[in-house]
C-alpha cells in the first residue's frame, strides 16, 4: 500500500524550527497498530492521520512514537497546512477528534492559520506528587494540573532554561505529562514541556498545552492576548486569545518534505 506523507514544521516559518508532524491522508482509517507503527518508524513528535468525511469536515488522530495522543495542536496546525495548501479556495475546515470534539480551522492573512481550541485552564491540586518534586531539578513555586499535565509554575524566567528533568521520575506521573512556565519579559509567558510517558524527553513546541497555559496567564496578566514561546532547543512561537470557552491560537507552518510511504 502507497500512502502520500508531508512532512511540516508548525509554529514557525523557517524550516528546522518549530516542531515536526507528519501528515498522512487517508479514504479509510487503517488498523491502530499499523497506524502507531507508521508513527514509530516516523518518529516525530506526532503523525497526524485524516480522513475527509463530508465537505469540508475530516476526522483526526494523533499518535506520537508511543501511544496514540488524545489532543495535539501543531500536528493539527500541520494539518491544516496541508489541506489548505492542497485546496487554496478552501478558507475553514472543521476537524473532529474524539477526546476533544469539533475543533474549526481557518485560513488567515500572512499565512496564519487560525485554531479555536477548547479552554482547558488547569486547576489547583490537594498535594503534589513526590515524582514531580523528584523529577525537576529546581523546585517550583506552585504546581496545578489540567487533563493532560502537570503545571509547575516558577518565578523566574531563567529557572525555565535551566530546569533538568528526570525523565525516570516523570514518567511515574503517566498518563500526565509535565509543562514548567514562568512569565517572560521578550513574551507574555515561556514555558517547556516534557512528556517521556507519552511521547519523549521534551517536545519542541506543544500547541494543546497552551490551552491551559494561556487561561492561567491570562488570569495572572491581567489580558486575554498573550504572545508564547516554547523554549526548546528548536523554539516556537504562539499567539494565544483567551475566552471563558474557547482558546484561539495563531500559528506558521512550511512543509520540509513530501512523497510516499510503502506499508
Given amino acids: 500500500m502507497k500512502l502520500k506523507i508531508y512532512q511540516i514544521d508548525a509554529f514557525t516559518d523557517k524550516v528546522f524550527t518549530g516542531n515536526y508532524a507528519a501528515v498522512i491522508l ?13 508513527a514509530s518508524e516516523n518518529n516525530l513528535s506526532e503523525t497526524a492521520f485524516i480522513k475527509n468525511t463530508i465537505n469540508n469536515t475530516y476526522e483526526i488522530r494523533w499518535f506520537s512514537p508511543l501511544t496514540e495522543i488524545d489532543f495535539c495542536g ?20 472543521e476537524f473532529i477528534a474524539k477526546a476533544v470534539g469539533s ?20 486547576k489547583e491540586i490537594s498535594s503534589v506528587p ?25 518565578e523566574n524566567e531563567e529557572d525555565i532554561y535551566k530546569v533538568e528533568p528526570n525523565l525516570e521520575e516523570l514518567k511515574k506521573l503517566a ?13 507574555d509567558f515561556i514555558s517547556r514541556y516534557f512528556w517521556p ?3 519523549g524527553k521534551e517536545d519542541p513546541v506543544t500547541g494543546s498545552i497552551h490551552t491551559g497555559l494561556a487561561p492561567y496567564w491570562a488570569e495572572k496578566l491581567n ?41
Fill in 175 to 187: 498518563p500526565y505529562d509535565v509543562v514548567v512556565t514562568a512569565k517572560g519579559s521578550q513574551y
Fill in 26 to 38: 487517508l479514504k479509510e482509517w487503517l488498523s491502530i497498530e499499523l497506524m502507531q507503527s507508521i
Fill in 130 to 154: 513526590n515524582e514531580l518534586l523528584k523529577g525537576l531539578s529546581i523546585a517550583p513555586t506552585e504546581v496545578l494540573l489540567s487533563q493532560q499535565a502537570y503545571f509547575a509554575i516558577y
Fill in 74 to 93: 501543531h500536528a493539527t496546525l500541520a494539518s491544516a497546512f496541508v489541506i489548505f495548501e492542497e485546496n487554496n479556495m478552501l478558507r475553514e475546515i
Fill in 223 to 263: 489580558k486575554n492576548n498573550l504572545k508564547a514561546f516554547q523554549a526548546s532547543k528548536r523554539g516556537g512561537l504562539l499567539q494565544c486569545t483567551v475566552s471563558p470557552e474557547n482558546v484561539v491560537i495563531l500559528g506558521k507552518a512550511v512543509k520540509y518534505l513530501e512523497g510516499y510511504i510503502e506499508v
Fill in 103 to 122: 475543533l474549526k480551522v481557518t485560513q488567515e492573512k500572512d499565512n496564519y492559520i487560525k485554531m479555536v481550541f477548547p479552554n482547558r485552564k488547569p
Fill in 197 to 199: 510517558a507519552n511521547g
